[in-house]
């Protein structure tokens, strides 16, 4: 059987990946077309190219908390909470973005704010198989986009060093010294 006309290998999910499966005739790769080395059979490497999803941004988007919780648990690896996403975001943040892909919650961010110029990114979320296909830096530049339409002044984020690239590089965060004290 040659590699070239074997069937590939669907995407295995990460575990706690729950129904956040996507679209199989993409192998779960929305967003951009990209190049991906899969293997038919042991042993046999090809170059497939992989057909972009598309995937719908809403600010203020609606979606339930039961969808959320399950992004989070699997995003943050904790048990799936039952927290209440809807009443927090709507009576403390700006805003927020939810990125659907045929209707699936794959990515949201948070924005809360001090009801005057300073808004706050926070649980920014892409579902594993939706990863490193520019789902986050999209979601960031649409709370870009609404802060300022909303006269915020600064947009602050903290996060662990290894996403420096994502939030410095990719999503144009100036680094500046700030502080934390867990309660
Ligand atoms: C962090 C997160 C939101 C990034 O979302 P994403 O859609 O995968 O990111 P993007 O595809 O937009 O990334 C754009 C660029 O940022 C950088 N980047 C993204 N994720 C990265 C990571 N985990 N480590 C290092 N660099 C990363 C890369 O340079 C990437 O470009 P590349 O794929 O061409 O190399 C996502 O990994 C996630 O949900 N992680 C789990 C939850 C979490 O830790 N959230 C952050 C809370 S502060």
């Known amino acids: 059987m040659s590699g070239n006309t074997a069937a590939p290998p669907r995407m295995s999910p990460r575990p706690g990946a729950g129904s956040l499966s996507g679209c199989a005739d993409c192998m779960h790769q929305p967003t951009r077309a990209v ?15 992989i057909l972009p999803c598309v995937i719908d941004y809403k600010w203020r ?22 927290h209440d996403w809807r009443s927090q975001v709507e009576l403390h943040s700006l805003g927020w973005v939810c990125a659907r892909s045929s209707g699936l919650l794959v990515g949201f961010v948070n924005v809360p704010w001090d009801g005057d110029t300073h808004a706050f990114l926070i649980d920014t979320l892409v579902a594993g198989q939706y990863q ?37 590089d990719a999503c144009g965060f100036a680094p500046t010294p700030a502080g934390t004290i867990a309660l």
């Not at 190049?35 to 190219?49: C, D, E, I, L, N």
């Open 35 to 49: 190049q991906k080395t899969v293997r038919p059979v042991p042993g046999q490497f090809v170059q497939r190219a």
């Open 132 to 168: 490193r296909r520019g789902i986050g830096k999209r979601m960031v530049e649409i709370v870009v986009e609404e802060a300022r339409a909303a006269r915020c002044e600064w947009l602050h984020v903290d996060f662990e060093d290894h996403l420096r690239p994502f939030y410095l």
């Open 61 to 82: 988007g609606d979606f339930r908390s039961d969808e959320l919780n399950e992004l989070h648990s699997e995003g943050f690896g904790h048990e799936p909470f039952q």
